[in-house]
């Protein structure tokens, strides 16, 4: 499982590097931030860049608009808790100097028995 939850988390990481699309840019301060979009219009990802390099939280959409993944970069590194979502299983990644600490994965059902 820790193996395909990496797998998935290179993938998504690696979406924002091979995008065909240019992204929407825009200055906020000592940032900018950038929104990339599906070719339907929706909004693929969205995040800041500080200095050239990933900075803040970034947020990914699947195609449909339903939010799939947040993570937190600091200066370009992969930082605190990372969450995937998928259909049936939400998956916490966290990253310490830039490697994975500890996985976590949490199925559906267990969620909603704790609610």
Avoid: C, H
């Avoid at 808790?81 to 994975?100: A, G, M, P, Q, R």
């Amino acid at each position: 499982m820790k193996k395909y939850i990496i797998t998935t988390l290179l993938l998504l990481s690696g979406m924002l590097f091979a995008q065909n699309a240019k992204p929407k840019l825009e200055a906020q301060g000592e940032k900018v931030k950038a929104t990339y979009y599906y070719e339907n219009g929706q909004v693929m990802q969205e995040g800041f860049f500080k200095d050239g390099k990933l900075q803040g939280e970034w947020t990914s959409y699947d195609v449909n608009g339903n939010k799939s993944a947040v993570a937190t970069y600091d200066k370009g590194q992969k930082v605190g808790k990372w969450f995937y979502w998928n259909n049936s299983t939400l998956n916490e990644v966290d990253y310490s100097k830039n490697s994975i600490a500890a996985v976590k994965s949490w199925k559906r059902e267990a969620i909603a028995n704790e609610e």
